[in-house]
């Protein structure tokens, strides 16, 4: 794969993927009533909306930004934790597959994103894989 479509691969997918989080954390922060009967279905209490949603907004920051690296890792790991959590957490209160298959679709998106960005630093690391 040449480091052009590395490159373009990897800006599309993190925009979306940042552009999704965004909505979902400002759903959570604004309590959307959506999120508010998915947290009671689950039997989690309404204000984790609000601290999700503010984690989700600050992991948005963190990976559209490529200076710090450490703190864009564990934007991706904050990420995969809450859709991880989400599937286990459905599948523990006997939600059945309509309900399972978004988060794993989410976690397979963050999972492909993550890939991209760490072949992106590769080619910014390294010049000479820039041409290939």
């Not at 373009?8 to 999704?20: D, K, N, P, Q, R």
């Not at 957490?89 to 988060?103: E, H, K, M, N, W």
């Not at 998106?109 to 041409?131: C, D, G, M, R, S």
């Amino acid at each position: 794969m040449s480091a052009k479509t590395i490159k373009i691969t990897y800006w599309i997918l993190t925009v979306l993927l940042a552009l999704s989080m965004a909505g979902d954390g400002y759903g959570g922060v604004t309590k959307q009533q959506a999120g508010v009967d998915v947290l009671q279905h689950l039997g989690y209490p309404v204000y984790f909306m609000v601290i999700v949603g503010v984690a989700k907004l600050l992991g948005v920051i963190a990976i559209l930004q490529n200076k710090f690296k450490a703190i864009k890792e564990w934007a991706y790991a904050g990420f995969a934790f809450n859709f991880l959590g989400a599937i286990a957490s459905r599948a523990f209160v006997g939600d059945g597959p309509a309900d399972l298959i978004p988060p794993i679709v989410i976690v397979v998106f963050l999972f492909a994103t993550y890939y991209f960005w760490k072949k992106f630093n590769q080619i910014e690391v390294n010049p000479k894989t820039k041409n290939q």
